[in-house]
């Protein structure tokens, strides 16, 4: 149950895209497409933004977007606005019924 | 409205015990699964145990395999995680959330946590 590996920041002007990678193994990430994103905005709960690699929960911006190469997985969130800065955490399936998360990206909108 | 609301954290000493519980409302609970998952200072998260929408079956981390137990109690739509033999790397804020098959058993809902801090 190792984690997965995010960069532990990114950043981007207002308006730029950024993409924060996911890298996993070929028992969690390559295995099952069952990756999902989070963001969590300082002293908040996580709230979901992507699920099953690169589907958008009803009423998550069409700007977040997630796909998904062998055991790599990777979060775009284009046309950057001020409010998404926070900290953006990836998850998969690990197999018998665990999960294994990444370490979390802190996104900075300069 | 969904919510998940977690209580029961505090100061404990290493090898103590603690039994932390989420109330939830805002939906069937009997049909979820639910799971703890904890946020250690400064770091990611980190899922530790899920129960099944049944609480017939039960899966944990290997980190606290042996010493958390995960339950539930469906006529009052509560979760449990009893904590034993606690160490100080234990020490995280405590969220419950729910997974849903309808959205790959994403975590679609959490509670706003609860913090545990394991220290002499």
Redesign the interface.
């Known amino acids: 149950?190792s984690?997965l590996t995010?960069p532990p920041s990114a950043s981007g002007s207002p308006g730029q895209s950024v993409t924060i990678s996911c890298t996993g193994t070929s028992s969690d990430v390559g295995a099952y497409?069952?990756v999902?994103w989070?963001q969590q905005h300082p002293g908040?709960?996580?709230?979901?933004i992507i699920?099953?690699v690169s589907?958008r929960?009803s009423g998550v911006p069409g700007r977040f977007s997630g796909s998904k190469s062998g055991s790599a997985a990777s979060l775009t969130v284009t046309g950057l606005q001020a409010e998404d800065e926070g900290h953006y955490?990836c998850?998969s399936?690990a197999g018998?019924?665990?999960?294994?998360?990444?370490?979390?990206t802190k996104l900075t909108v300069l | 409205e969904v919510q998940l609301v977690e209580s029961g954290g505090g100061l404990v000493r290493p090898g103590g015990s603690l039994r932390l519980s989420c109330a939830a409302s805002g939906f069937t609970f009997n049909t979820y699964s639910l799971n703890w998952v904890r946020q250690a200072p400064g770091k990611g998260l980190d899922w530790v145990t899920s129960v099944s929408s049944s609480g017939r079956y039960t899966y944990y981390a290997d980190s606290v395999k042996g010493r958390f137990t995960i339950s539930r109690d469906n006529a009052k739509n509560s979760l449990y995680l009893q904590m034993n033999s606690l160490r100080v790397e234990d020490t995280a804020i405590y969220y419950c959330a729910r997974d849903t098959i309808a959205l790959g058993w994403a975590f679609d809902y959490w509670g706003q946590g609860v913090q545990v801090t394991v220290s002499s």
Not at chain 1, 44 to 48: E, I, R, T, V
Not at chain 1, 96 to 104: D, R
């Open positions: 149950q984690a995010q497409n069952f999902s989070y908040k709960a996580p709230q979901l699920y099953e589907k929960p955490h998850t399936y018998s019924n665990t999960w294994v998360f990444g370490g979390g």
